[in-house]
């Protein structure tokens, strides 16, 4: 829960900051709207996928945002897809504890198992390469999109949330070139 709240703050200061002045986004709506609208669109990356901002009309760093929050997901036992909210936090933690020279991973008081943090790291490791495969070979044939526009479209496939910067329909055409 502290790990959801905190993801989600944050997501909502940024996305709010980065989109405030941005006229095709946040910036035509009341500071009331704006808030609404920033802290939907912070936190359905990790969820459901739906969208209140036209989503290739964000800035690229709200984009690199969403490609985070996409990659991380929801949490454990949600229907979410990503890596899950619990599996980036124990890599967090993970992390922090092999620079502090510590043996042991703890959260909140709480011993965590080495192989709890080898599945987490297995997870991430195979998920990365699915994605950097899925944006090769996107990347390979098809020359005429930009590279945030794929890795946005891979990203949001293989971790199942929905969004689009609207390249998705245009696809089609790879489809073609494999079957020929």
């Not at 502290?2 to 035509?28: G, H, K, M, R, S």
């Not at 996928?49 to 036209?54: A, D, E, R, S, V």
Request: include cysteine.
């Amino acid at each position: 829960l502290v790990a959801t709240l905190l993801i989600n703050l944050v997501a909502f200061l940024l996305v709010w900051l980065l989109e405030a002045n941005n006229t095709a986004t946040l910036a035509p709506l009341s500071t009331a709207d704006q808030m609404m609208t920033a802290w939907f669109q912070a936190t359905v990356p990790r969820s459901s996928g739906f969208n209140t901002l036209p989503i290739h009309d964000l800035n690229n760093a709200t984009t690199v945002l969403m490609l985070l929050l996409m990659f991380i997901g929801g949490g454990s036992l949600s229907t979410a897809g990503g890596i899950k909210l619990g599996t980036f936090v124990v890599l967090l933690f993970s992390t922090y504890t092999f620079l502090r020279r510590q043996e042991e991973v703890r959260i909140l008081k709480r011993s965590i198992s080495q192989q709890t943090v080898m599945k987490a790291l297995a997870l991430t490791v195979i998920t990365m390469m699915i994605i950097f495969m899925g944006i090769f070979l996107l990347a390979a044939l098809e020359h005429k999109k930009s590279f945030i526009d794929i890795a946005f479209e891979v990203v949001s496939a293989v971790c199942t949330v929905g969004l689009s910067r609207g390249i998705t329909p245009e696809l089609g055409d790879v489809s073609k070139f494999l079957l020929t």
